[in-house]
């Protein structure tokens, strides 16, 4: 079954840093991937794309702060998170960038920020 497969998350307090990692399984070169999150109570929401030739796109909020990254050898999309702030608290998510091509969501890596 294609899947993926999330990793990484943690607790840390603000400021701190952390790095996601995802393995996904099926078709990934040709693919944008996407690092998606929801936050208690609120919608899921992505918040940094990789297109297929590597080029990154960021939401604001992470802007300048967040770094995604991929390996299409390995199948694997990174996201590098420094300046972490009690509002990027959320699950975390890989996935296709395309709504219609998703692959199965998968149980997301959690994200702690507090002091």
């Known amino acids: 079954q294609v899947q993926v497969v999330e990793s990484g998350g943690g607790s840390v307090q603000p400021g701190g840093t952390l790095k996601l990692s995802c393995t996904a399984s099926g078709p990934f070169s040709i693919y944008d991937m996407g690092w998606y999150r929801q936050a208690p109570g609120k919608q899921r929401e992505l918040v940094a794309r990789?297109?297929?030739?590597?080029?990154?796109n960021y939401a604001d909020s992470v802007k300048g702060r967040f770094t995604i990254s991929r390996d299409n050898a390995k199948k694997q999309v990174s996201l590098q998170m420094n300046s972490l702030n009690p509002e990027d608290t959320a699950v975390y998510y890989c996935?296709?960038?395309?709504?219609?091509?998703?692959?199965?969501w998968g149980q997301g890596t959690r994200v702690t920020v507090s002091s």
């Open positions: 990789i297109g297929a030739g590597g080029t990154p």
């Open positions: 996935n296709r960038a395309i709504e219609n091509r998703w692959l199965k």
